[in-house]
């Protein structure tokens, strides 16, 4: 395992917790020679957070990786990429949508919008390939290689939309040597999973590789409120397949081709559960039960997806040339109970658990129609002194949204076509035999139009939005090797996120592009003989013209808005040591406060029956579609979704049998301190703060082909609000509860 984070909160016992993990790291280094003999050394961490492999200590910018084999422990209860927030500093990923849709936030940056063609100031590249829709971000994890998380703006070389950071997945490729795995699972709630991978070379010339992943899970929620009572919500069911050849002819030429799908089926995108919060409070209410919901609209989720990519490279000369083509398809609907609660026309059930007061919500959204068309090259030479890569970037999306209102019986479509064209290069100069200067830099055109067309027995009117801009990314960087083991670096930088667009019953809204500049410093060492690793970094940075989207309130409206600054600052470090040949420990820490600064914006507060408690000025109110709605300022507010503290412990331990295997016991604990919901303060509708703990417990045989373990996920079983509803109702959706279950993995490599 390496790489993992939790979250802290900003009370004293959130400072006391912090203290111990600190002390619990320092105390392990200080440790180590008295109580130790070891021969052993951490392993070098690979990336290619600059589009080409490096060692994590010359790279000068803030980089965490999490290996495949953890990403496999974090996913044991059946997780999603979800499972991966605190897992590294300044990390977060949640969801209004379920096991779908994923928005990740770095360093208290991204975005709250839920909708199939929301914008995400949060790249993600698999595979080599931009993944820009929410929806295509939903990609089962499986047979994966490293998962890189990049903080802070990546413009020059990974381009439009990469104001916060960068998270980099890569699949397990084919090789020549024969090896894969078989691996099943069986744990509660009926959850069943089977993986298997194989690959090898067919030739001299051609390797494959194949993998795929099937995963399901019964209904386990009582819905009290069907005709039958019983399970009826919770269930899914995930099959996704990948397959990969190589063909290297020669030395001088490779070409890696993939192929890759998957399907996502379910009885409930989401469950939502009506007046969970306690009004006037934080928190679920001492009544909650995450096992029964009340609910009488329909719920179900089915997602499609299909795509493929050709990576070919040539080197020429001291010259390698680069081309990557990709094309990805995906189809995507989902309906929810959105209000959460049975239907009531009585005043006296205002604010009861599981009930809904005067009318139902119950909508459908989904991807009716989706292309994304991708083509990157760049040529890449290495020379004495003096590594240079430049390149050009297309990108081509075509996405029809379609959403529905069960209860008005009405649907529209928002069809919006996205366009972007990119120059780039970078240069990295030895200036001295310990230091390195790297200089980048990246052109961007941007297009982007929406249109609005009504469907039946729609009120919504027609719309058009039609916006493009051009900008100039930068970003300058030191990298001094003071010593064989210590580091330092300093980076300059900033990116852009191009205009936006947003559409949705009848709500048509738009942000003008949007810049972040950053300043980050920070070092890289390795300790006590190559058995520790710290590293740790400041940051700061400016948004201008920051894009925010106001959800929910009264009017239950998306809109899209411009803040004049956003401001963050913050602190990351993590720590990784061998305290002996059999035990590791991994730490690691982020603290980031933001706060937006426009004393004009406004937000709509929260909705009705019953009304939150808010806690911002109340500086105006207009008439919404349905009545009055109360304008709130939101300048000095951090961003929602941005939780002050982040914090991650693992630890691992191998005890050796005399049979030659191996029984381990590993155990992970991550917190994150709570958070605003939404662009509003208010009592009610805060992420609260949480921890949550996993543990192994395995035995692997002497060949290491053979693992059996014992998982278990959030095994304390504490359940909070995760996310919330804010424009009728105190509607909550909670965290997974606890988990057990059995893994058996075969590795069949030679």
């Known amino acids: ?209 194949v993998a795929v992943k099937d995963l399901s899970r019964d209904d386990w929620i009582d819905n009290l409120a069907a005709n039958t009572p019983g399970d009826d919500f919770g269930k899914f069911d995930e099959t996704a397949m990948r397959v990969q050849a190589l063909w290297q002819p020669s030395d001088e030429f490779r070409a890696l081709i993939k192929a890759h799908g998957f399907n996502q089926k379910g009885s409930h995108p989401q469950v939502f559960y009506a007046n969970a919060i306690q009004l006037g409070s934080s928190g679920l209410r001492d009544d909650f039960d995450v096992d029964v919901a009340n609910q009488d609209g329909q719920a179900s989720m089915d997602l499609d997806h299909i795509g493929g990519s050709a990576n070919l490279e040539w080197i020429v000369g001291d010259s390698t040339i680069t081309s990557i083509t990709a094309y990805d398809s995906v189809t995507n609907f989902q309906a929810a109970d959105v209000d959460g609660g049975l239907l009531s026309f009585d005043p006296a059930d205002i604010g009861t658990l599981g009930r809904q007061v005067f009318f139902n919500v119950t909508t459908g959204d989904g991807l009716d129609d989706h292309r994304q068309i991708t083509q990157e090259f760049r040529v890449a030479t290495q020379r004495d002194g003096l590594f240079s890569q430049f390149g050009v970037f297309y990108f081509d999306e075509d996405i029809d949204v379609l959403s529905q209102d069960f209860e008005q019986n009405f649907s529209d479509i928002v069809t919006q076509n996205t366009k972007s064209f990119a120059i780039f290069g970078q240069v990295d100069i030895e200036l001295s035999d310990t230091l390195n200067l790297i200089i980048g830099g990246r052109w961007t055109d941007d297009d982007k139009f929406l249109q609005v067309k009504p469907g039946p027995n729609s009120s919504s009117p027609a719309d058009t939005i039609d916006i493009n801009d051009d900008y100039f990314n930068w970003d300058v960087a030191l990298n001094l090797a003071a010593t064989d083991d210590l580091s330092w670096y300093a980076r300059v930088a900033n990116a852009s996120r191009g205009p936006v667009t947003l559409g949705r019953f009848g709500f048509t809204s738009s942000a003008t592009t949007e810049t972040s500049h950053a300043v980050e410093v920070g070092f890289k060492s390795t300790l006590l003989d190559g058995r520790a690793r710290w590293n740790a970094a400041a940051y700061t940075y400016k948004n201008d013209d920051h894009q925010l989207t106001a959800t929910g309130g009264v009017a239950n409206v998306n809109q899209l808005l411009n803040a004049d600054k956003v401001l963050g600052n913050g602190i990351e470090t993590d720590l990784e040591v061998l305290l002996s040949d059999n035990f590791r420990l991994i730490t690691n820490l982020s603290w980031n406060d933001t706060e937006i600064d426009d004393g004009t914006l406004r937000d709509d507060l929260c909705g009705s029956n019953p009304t939150c408690t808010g806690l911002d000025p109340v500086v105006g109110s207009r008439v919404g579609p349905f009545g009055p709605v109360t304008e709130v300022s939101i300048d000095g507010n951090p961003l929602p979704r941005s939780p002050e503290w982040i914090a991650n412990l693992i630890l691992q331990y191998d005890m050796p049998m005399q049979s030659g295997g191996v029984l381990y016991v590993n155990t992970d604990w991550n917190y994150r301190s709570d958070s605003n919901i939404f662009l509003h303060r208010s009592v009610e509708f805060v992420a609260e703060q949480r921890t949550l703990g996993g543990v192994r417990i395995g035995y692997r045989t002497s060949d290491t082909k053979w693992d059996m373990a014992i998982v278990g996920r959030n095994v304390t079983d504490e359940i909070v609000v995760d996310g919330a509803l804010n424009f009728l109702n105190l509607t909550a959706f909670v965290n997974e509860p606890r988990y057990w279950g059995l893994e058996f993995r075969y590795d069949f490599s030679n």
Do not use: H, W
Not at 20 to 40: C, R, T
Not at 85 to 103: D, F, M, Y
Not at 115 to 125: E, I, K, L, R, T
């Open 1 to 209: 395992m390496c790489g993992l984070n939790t979250t802290i909160n900003k009370n004293s016992l959130t400072r006391r917790a912090l203290a111990s993990a600190v002390a619990l790291g320092l105390s392990g280094l200080l440790a180590v020679p008295a109580n130790a003999q070891m021969e052993g050394v951490l392993e070098e961490i690979i990336v290619t957070a600059q589009k080409r492999e490096q060692s994590l200590e010359d790279v000068p910018a803030s980089v965490s990786t999490i290996s495949g084999d953890t990403v496999r422990d974090y996913l044991g209860s059946a997780e999603n990429i979800r499972a991966l927030a605190g897992r590294v500093p300044s990390l977060q990923i949640e969801s209004s949508n379920g096991r779908t849709q994923p928005r990740f936030y770095i360093r208290g940056l991204g975005n709250i919008d839920f909708d199939n063609n929301a914008n995400q100031p949060v790249s993600m590249v698999f595979d080599d390939v931009a993944l820009e829709n929410n929806v295509l971000r939903s990609v089962p994890l499986y047979d994966i290689q490293r998962v890189e998380v990049l903080k802070g703006p990546q413009g020059s070389l990974f381009g439009r939309n990469t104001n916060a950071g960068l998270i980099k997945i890569d699949s397990v490729k084919p090789s020549f040597d024969f090896d894969g795995y078989a691996a099943a699972s069986f744990g509660s709630r009926d959850t069943m999973g089977f993986e298997f991978a194989v690959g090898g070379g067919i030739s001299d010339t051609l390797a494959v590789r």
